[in-house]
């Protein structure tokens, strides 16, 4: 929580989301009301009054802030961006870089966020695109893998990079001494994999990272490294794959125990069945990754009680000092001798 | 089935597999007891005669085959070759080749079929190593994905080869009429993916074949096509991860149930759910693709059930012409104006 009566301040666009304004601004409520934490709803004036009137929010810190439109799942980032300089996103990512601020948080468009984050936070030597990341498999709640989708094509310095920042992740916010690091392939020999993931595995071998070989997807749901480095294309797919796979299973499921139990355990198995696939909808969201500040991006289909874990997350982050430190990982990386970064 | 008298024949490695030889000689003496095919059991003498020596195969079309030898699962498959020349698989793999098979069937090393079927029978331009490809996700049975493995870095010309066999196979395996093939990608929309796909995408818009455009892997368990095209490293982490989670959520459901339910109940759900995410094990092997021949790769925990199942996919195979239909198929791609095969 905060040192001292010093607030974190968090700018939450209130507009982004699938239960948008409403379930976000309860979020936020709800987030402010647990303590520690000042929070700065950005959004259309009249839709976040209107929600913050049905909170009883008397002597809690919150505070609105105007903003005009909202940046949509289906625009452009890029082009959005330049279209709508007063969007939410916008706004509260500009708080940050101003100052006002010291993180945002968003449950809108991912693209909308990063690009916001690129443009008007900066992105750190190396890292392209900011990286998205987090635990994907239920069973494997203490691995982060990353990329998730932002780089689809990747350098194998920069899959490197990653790795790096993994490993500040599962430190700082998992508390995990000393990291395993791990590449995904489609075998953990040695000279197996694409030429991507063998040029990658020859840096991470010399990179001075706890880094112990290549897993196979296979080993993922068994936890066989707290980081797992992967280019966005294929993170994404494992990400997708996951929740698919997770959704299709639950209705089989409940289908096939029909009859046989109470209806109400059926739907808690389904459900359980569901998260255990897919951790990113239980967990809040995570910070962007490889970037100058601190902006997290939760799941579109966050409800408030997901939209106070992604604010708790954003205060996790400033806490610990989780950009400083992945800028002196990174920096520390490159200043190796033989570094190709 | 055989036309009217001749039987198919089909040289069964007996050495391959975790349960050789005992289990793939088993499955071999129900194939031919099944009918229509006439199996060619090739192996070490003694363990062949011993193995053949515990069932009634008076009568039956079974004929043992000499080789000395077995490739395993971890020697490196080129120089396996030219070390173990009478190995079990090159054996079965010269039978064809020599024409005195029509089709040959492993459940032994993977890369030691491909090896003996790219260097004796050849593949086919334009494929690059022989390609895996088959329906992953139980869900989705009547969906193929290739490659699986084979080819873990792919030029987009390689790509809608693979499509163009995928769409022969869903055509004369599963009787489709006009298989859809889809392209594995980060999102439905055109220009989402990485420059592999960007590419494929546009080639495959262009190439006569039914393209329905990309899937994204959450869409896979709905079988959105019945060809979905994606390089071997892609494919390889979705069959890995399919696998691997359905093992651990079979095991998890498992627990969660102890007490709820009958003990046996749970054993035939937990599995079921196994074989939803495994179809690899219960469909018994497919051919390899782009192969000039019928080579059909088991997988190795292939029990007899599997193992007959595997040889009757290579009677199929033979039975419906595949090796020449791929080949026709592919030959109309190269002569498309414009084609960069």
Known sequence: MAKGDVLIRVAVDAMGGDYAPGEVVAGAVDAARRGGVQVIVVGDPDAVRGELARH???????????????????????????Q??????????????????????????????????????GVMPGIGRPALGGPVLGMAPRTIILDLGANVDCRPAQLVSFAAIGEVFARLFWEVDNPR??????????????????????????????????????????????????????????????????????????????????????DALAQEVRSLHN???????????????????????????AVSLAIGTAVRAVEIGFTSKVSEQLLSLQERPGSST
Chains 1, 2 share one sequence.
Do not use: W, Y
Request: proline share 4%; glycine share 14%; net charge negative.
């Open 181 to 266: 690091i791990a590449l995904l392939s489609v075998g953990s020999e040695t000279g197996k994999g694409n030429r991507q993931v063998r040029e990658t595995t020859e840096l991470l071998a010399a990179s001075g990272l706890n880094f112990v070989g290549n897993v196979e997807a296979d080993d993922l749901p068994n936890g066989a490294a707290e980081v797992v480095v992967c280019d966005g294309f294929v993170g994404n797919i494992v990400m997708k794959l996951t929740e698919g796979a997770g959704a299709a299973l639950g209705r089989r499921i409940a289908e096939r125990l029909d009859g046989a139990m109470q209806q109400d355990e059926i």
């Open 56 to 82: 009883d929010i008397a002597g809690l810190p919150v505070v609105p802030m105007p903003s005009q439109g909202t940046i949509l799942e289906e625009e452009q980032p890029a082009i959005a961006l330049r």
């Open 84 to 121: 709508k300089p007063k969007a939410s996103v916008v706004v509260a990512t500009g708080m940050v870089k101003a100052g006002h601020a010291d993180a945002c948080v968003t449950m809108g468009s991912t693209g909308a966020a990063m690009a916001a984050a690129a443009v008007m936070l």
């Open 279 to 305: 951790v990113v909808e239980s967990h809040g969201g995570g910070p962007l990754l490889g970037v100058k500040g601190v902006s997290v991006v939760g799941h579109g289909r966050a409800k408030a009680d």
